[in-house]
């Protein structure tokens, strides 16, 4: 089916109207209405041939909610009417170990919602900033009904991200917990602790973030540029989440775990990070990396922050201001995160 889309042609064009194919609905099919579309970082960085392997047109978005609009003859979980999300993956090879872990964000042939291999089209997938997308129910998600479902679309990502190493790490009432970077993924890893239970405290060097961070449900928030903040806060954390993506002292912030803490990196820096290994050494600390979290995993977060009534803070923009919406990306200039309007597609031409 014709579908109207936006897309980069190149790594220096602007987005801009395109129109795709969408496959037809199959049997285990779902075909989603779009309604909204979180904006990643991660849509800039492949829109713009930041990271190798683009492949053009690009239509980005990984962050969907939507209504079902058709379901397949064996569809189970979704009927028409429903409202249904998808987030950074439509398929998996499901026979792996990862797999049958529920795992399937490290499969080695994990379909990604867009810029992957599409085996129904021999082309690639196209993601959210389109009308409409059909992907294998096995990947489509259950919204809680009470959420906004415009804040709700960066939980398919930013949320995700957040919340399965917190999950990993069993985060729980009572625990230390910091978080490091207030931006996107941070403000989301400040909610979903908070609601864990644990004191929270916000690592930044913005002195103006200070009152947002404690309005989002910091304990502390302190400067880690500053040496005299820092220090009280040796040897006490538990766990932290790190959500920086620019070069950093990881050290410092390893120093402050207990014994046998946790440090997980979400944050992508372009370059290596230099690591004291005396850091991990004294005091049995470890340093790990954590991706998106599974299907199953991601039901779960949503269940959650449906209980808890968690969302993001958004910045709902139409269609035609993608292009100033990465650019103020490049420029951390969004609280927290931007969501597309999809309604604003039909205007496009």
Known sequence: MKTKAYAAQNATSLLAPFDIQRRDVGQNDVAIEILYCGVCHS?????????????????????????????????QKFKVGDTAGVGCMVDSCRTCANCKDDLEQFCDNTVFTY????????????GGYSDRIVADEAFVLKIPPNLDLAAT???LCAGITTYSPMHYHNVTKGQKVGIVGLGG?????????????????????????????????????VNSKNADEMKPHLNSFHFILDTVSAQHDINAYLLLLKRDGNLTQVGVPPEP???????????????SGSLIGGIK??????????????????????IQKINEAYDRLVKNDVKYRFVIDMASLKSAS
């Open 115 to 126: 810029n992957s291999p599409d085996k129904h089209t021999n082309g690639i997938t196209y």
């Open 297 to 318: 995993e991601t039901q779960e977060m949503l269940d959650f922050c449906g209980k808890h009534n968690i969302t993001s803070d958004i910045e709902l923009i139409p």
């Open 43 to 75: 849509d800039l960085h492949t829109a713009r041939g930041e990271w190798d392997g683009t492949s053009y047109p690009c239509v980005p978005g990984h962050e969907i909610i939507g209504k079902v609009v058709e379901v397949g003859a064996s569809v």
């Open 185 to 221: 993924l941070g403000h989301m890893g400040v909610k979903i602790a908070k609601a864990l239970g644990a004191h929270v405290v916000v690592f930044t060097t913005s002195s103006n973030k200070v009152e947002d961070a404690m309005r989002l449900g910091a304990d502390e928030v």
């Open 153 to 155: 679309a960066p939980l």
């Open 273 to 287: 990070l230099s690591l004291n290994v005396g850091s991990l050494v004294f005091g049995r600390r470890s340093l």
